[in-house]
């Protein structure tokens, strides 16, 4: 990862990272500052309320939003020197009941608690669909995050990212309107999980 990153800041473009745990992105966001190479961190996996100060505090972005406790924690702890934290709805949009995220009727009321904190700037949704093992067959859960995505531009300003699709899928959610992708198996092969 770090020669990723330095790779980049030689050619002048700045490296985002996606972590699913806040606790892994410290060690490499220590790595990375040693190093002195800029990069932007984007937290992409659920977000329990005891690491919302962390969170608030070491990320750029945090994907995972899916309920008002999160952002009254993340606005609370974002400090006053850093730029508002950005911040995308987390959807569940399969109703997959071992899927984090909030069901789509939730989205207008979890985004206006987002746009009234100054410390946090709404900028879109974010939703990983049903793991079929087909990846075509994702495309109507991307088709409807698209629709929500267009509904909720239609509400709120500033809103410029639909962030869905992954290393094997993410073709399809391009073509259904992703703004951002997340393909970090495809950059740096499985994730392997430390034990312990």
């Known amino acids: ?97 071992s899927k984090h995220g909030c069901r789509p009727e939730e989205i207008d009321a979890l985004a206006g608690a987002v746009a009234a904190q100054p410390r946090l700037r709404l900028r879109g949704l974010m939703a990983i669909p049903l793991p079929h093992p087909e990846p075509e067959a994702r495309r109507a859960a991307f088709r409807r995050m698209a629709g929500l995505f267009e509904r909720l531009q239609c509400r709120f300003d500033g809103i410029d990212t639909l962030s869905m699709g992954m290393s094997d899928d993410f073709e399809i959610a391009i073509e259904e309107g992703a703004t951002m992708v997340r393909v970090g198996s495809a950059l740096f092969g499985a994730r392997v999980r430390k034990a312990g």
């Open 1 to 97: 990862m770090a020669e990723v990153a330095a790779l980049w800041a030689e050619r002048g473009e700045r490296a985002a990272f996606g972590e699913n745990y806040v606790q892994e992105a410290l060690a490499k966001q220590a790595e990375l500052t040693s190093l002195n190479v800029p990069a932007e961190w984007h937290l992409i996996g659920h977000l329990q309320s005891n690491k919302a100060r962390e969170a608030a505090q070491r990320f750029d972005w945090v994907q995972t939003v899916d309920r008002p406790k999160l952002v009254d924690a993340l606005a609370r702890h974002r400090p006053q020197t850093l730029a508002p934290l950005n911040v995308l709805i987390q959807v569940n949009v399969d109703d997959e009941a």
